[in-house]
């Protein structure tokens, strides 16, 4: 039997780096949308990105690893990821960040859907109801059907999750390749979405450039978006996934308490009812994975 050792308390220490990350980010944008546009941000973004790839590579000795190969799923990769944050950031102008936080959380049951359609993975009964569960989670957080009903801000909020399941799918492909290492994927996501970014932002003719005092937040942002992923992937390696996730759901609470401080937003039991039934069918789908992973290695 092989079994592999799991470090619980050292990946909760990583994946508080992540919510915080992932927390600042929010903040960050919201701030940064005031004096510039999506496209921008992700276009300076991407810049600071390419920039400290390259050196922390270099400094680490990995800078070889970044090879001009699988162009094509990176380009898939970087588009689907470029449309998510866009999206992502477009949103977090329009409605409660707790509400957005809840909505994110839809991708892995996205994932696991589109791993079976374009991975050749089983779809089995229990990802199909998991799917429908997380699907009703959605709807109670939305609330399509109330006073409101479905504004821009919410519709940007789910469709990019989608954006986000499909960078995770193209990942998926990525890595099971030899070339499909941390510093190769993160050099050509960065170098990719620097290109869109400028393209896009130029459409009207124009780019604002950043002023010395954006400069800062920009650089920020930037760093707490690639910190959160390298800390989610190393709470990755160092726990199962059902260890990992609940202490992800942390974030939701935490930006919650973040708006209602800085901004005056009050969160809604919807969002938090809605939310802990995506958290639910997502963990479901962990448990079950997870299970199936331990009776493999154990052939």
Not at 8 to 36: C, N
Not at 50 to 58: A, F, K, Q, Y
Not at 179 to 206: E, H, K, P, R, Y
Request: glycine letters at 10%; proline letters at 4%; aromatic letters at 10%.
């Amino acid at each position: 039997m092989n079994t592999q050792t799991s470090h619980p308390l050292k990946a909760a220490v990583w994946m508080s780096g992540a919510v915080f990350g992932f927390s600042s980010m929010a903040v960050l944008g919201r701030k940064l949308t005031l004096d510039l546009d999506t496209f921008e941000i992700m276009a300076y973004r991407s810049l600071i990105g390419v920039l400290t790839v390259l050196v922390i590579s270099t400094l680490a000795g990995t800078r070889g690893q970044i090879r001009a190969r699988a162009l094509p799923l990176h380009l898939g990769r970087n588009i689907s990821h470029f449309t998510g944050q866009n999206l992502w950031l477009f949103a977090l102008t329009l409605i409660p960040l707790a509400q957005l936080f809840a909505l994110e959380f839809a991708y892995p049951i996205l994932v696991a859907l589109g791993a079976s359609l374009f991975l050749g993975e089983r779809l089995t009964p229990l990802r199909g109801a998991t799917a429908l569960l997380g699907f009703i989670g959605i709807l109670i957080v939305a609330q399509p059907f109330g006073a409101g009903g479905l504004s821009i801000g919410l519709l940007a909020a789910m469709a990019c999750a989608f954006g986000f399941a499909g960078s995770a799918l193209f990942t998926k492909r990525l890595t099971r390749r030899p070339d499909g290492t941390v510093t190769n994927i993160l050099f050509w996501l960065s170098l990719m979405q620097l290109g869109l970014g400028v393209g896009c932002a130029m459409m009207d003719g124009q780019m604002k450039l950043f002023t010395a005092a954006q400069l800062p937040l920009l650089t920020l942002f930037a760093l707490a978006g690639l910190g959160a992923h390298f800390c989610l992937t190393t709470a990755l390696s160092l726990a199962p996934a059902s260890v990992v996730t609940p202490i992800d759901f942390l974030r939701l609470p935490l930006i919650a308490l973040i708006a209602y401080v800085l901004y005056g937003e009050a969160t809604t039991w919807a969002t938090y009812i809605g939310a802990s039934v995506i958290f639910g069918a997502n963990y479901i789908n962990i448990l079950s994975e997870s299970r199936k992973s331990r009776a493999a290695r154990a052939v």
